[in-house]
């Protein structure tokens, strides 16, 4: 007979991992070995991303020829092609990627091997793609043309161009590269778990990562930011306090608060009030960073909770000039560079991951004739 579970799998050691580490009681988060609050600010999104799927930071050369791989990778297979406009029609953002990565695979010339060298390179390739794939379905979806991305500039600035239509300036390049670097991995959270169990029975990356987008999707998991931007869209300015006092008095959950692991400050929220003051400050409109400092201290107050990294993300993103139904797609553009880490790293030591269970169900029936029952 099986052991009770832990409901939620909480503090379960599902997997061993090199790629980063939380200190929950501390607050403090590490890619391999370096701490985010060195990284931030310091590293571009590529740096991290080689950092994660090759193990080290790159110097200039395997930057270049990381940044070389990127380049090439930045283009979408005839499926996609043919799709995009039907799919953006018919799904939300993220079941369209959903959608969209898994047609993607059809066109990916390594997609039949798990080989480590065919890993790295659809590492890359996805990296670079999913930038791409959210920016295309929100042309579809507008009926604009994007500019094709333009190999000098990074992952960031091409992403900000292709989704808002304006140079974006390079300090709005900055913060959105720091954020990026900030959401790239976070050990075995929800969607990375799925790509794990998913690479685990010897499936492919692609698969790997469709599972990943699916869980990220949801409003516990990723789909936290969006929600986060609805409230504080639907709050009256003057009435935050007593509207989240309201609200979890009526034990309703406010989006963008509380973390399985974090007991104190998520390190990556400190980045992100910063940025969201500086952005609100600068946009000459700051009401939503003061509603959000504002919801912080109740929540605080009232619950003992801090934010975690969507909360901030989600002002961050509106004043950046990211639509609110893109906040998580634009999650899942940074996580790619975790996800198929994972993938990568699962594969070269595998077993295959299956929990056991409890059985809570009746024992004993006895069968009866379809007429008897
Ligand atoms: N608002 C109000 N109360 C909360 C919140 C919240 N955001 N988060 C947790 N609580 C309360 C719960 O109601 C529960 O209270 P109770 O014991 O009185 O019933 C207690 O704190 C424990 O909460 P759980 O949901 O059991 O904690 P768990 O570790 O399972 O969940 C989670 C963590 C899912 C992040 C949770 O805090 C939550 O739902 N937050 C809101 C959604 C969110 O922001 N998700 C993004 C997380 S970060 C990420 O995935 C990228």
């Not at 609050?37 to 193990?55: I, K, N, S």
């Not at 920016?135 to 190999?151: F, L, M, Q, S, V």
């Not at 952005?279 to 409109?285: I, P, R, T």
């Amino acid at each position: 007979m099986a052991d009770k579970p832990t409901k939620g799998l909480a503090d379960v050691v599902a997997a061993s991992t090199a790629l980063s580490d939380i200190d929950g009681k501390a607050g403090r988060l590490f890619y391999r070995g370096y701490d985010i609050h060195d990284l931030a600010g310091r590293t571009t999104f590529e740096e991290t991303a080689h950092l994660l799927q090759h193990g080290k930071l790159p110097n200039r050369e395997q930057l270049a020829a990381y940044g070389d791989e990127l380049v090439r990778g930045r283009s979408l297979g005839n499926l996609v092609q043919a799709n995009v406009a039907e799919i953006a029609e018919k799904q939300e953002p993220m079941e369209a990627l959903r959608t969209l990565v898994s047609l993607a695979s059809a066109d990916d010339p390594d997609k039949d091997s798990n080989a480590a060298d065919a890993n790295l390179r659809k590492a890359a390739r996805l990296t670079a793609q999913q930038p791409l794939l959210v920016a295309r379905y929100h042309a579809a979806r507008t009926g604009t043309e994007i500019p094709e991305p333009d190999p000098e500039l990074s992952v960031a600035a091409n992403f900000l161009l292709q989704i808002t239509g304006r140079n974006p300036s390079p300090r709005e390049v900055e913060i959105f590269d720091e954020c990026l670097v900030l959401h790239a991995d976070h050990t075995m959270n929800a969607s990375t778990f799925a790509a794990r169990v998913c690479a685990a029975t010897l499936s492919d990356m692609h698969s790997a990562v469709v599972a990943a987008i699916g869980t990220l999707k949801g409003p516990l998991h990723g789909g936290a930011n969006e929600q986060v931007m609805r409230t504080l869209e639907s709050i009256d300015p003057a009435g935050v306090a007593q509207t989240v006092r309201d609200k979890l008095a009526a034990h309703e959950k406010i989006m963008g608060f509380g973390h399985r692991v974090y007991k104190v400050e998520d390190p990556r929220a400190t980045h992100l009030r910063a940025m969201s003051r500086e952005l609100g400050e600068a946009s000459g409109d700051d009401t939503y960073y003061r509603m959000s400092k504002e919801m912080e201290e109740v929540v605080l107050a009232e619950k003992g909770l801090f934010p975690n990294v969507d909360f901030f993300a989600a002002t961050v993103y509106h004043y950046l000039g990211i639509p609110t139904d893109l906040f998580t797609a634009v999650f899942s553009v940074s996580r790619m560079a975790g996800w198929t880490a994972h993938v990568i790293e699962q594969h070269a030591d595998n077993r295959l991951i299956r929990p056991d269970s409890e059985y809570i169900g009746e024992r004993d029936q006895k069968w009866t004739q379809i007429d008897e029952r």
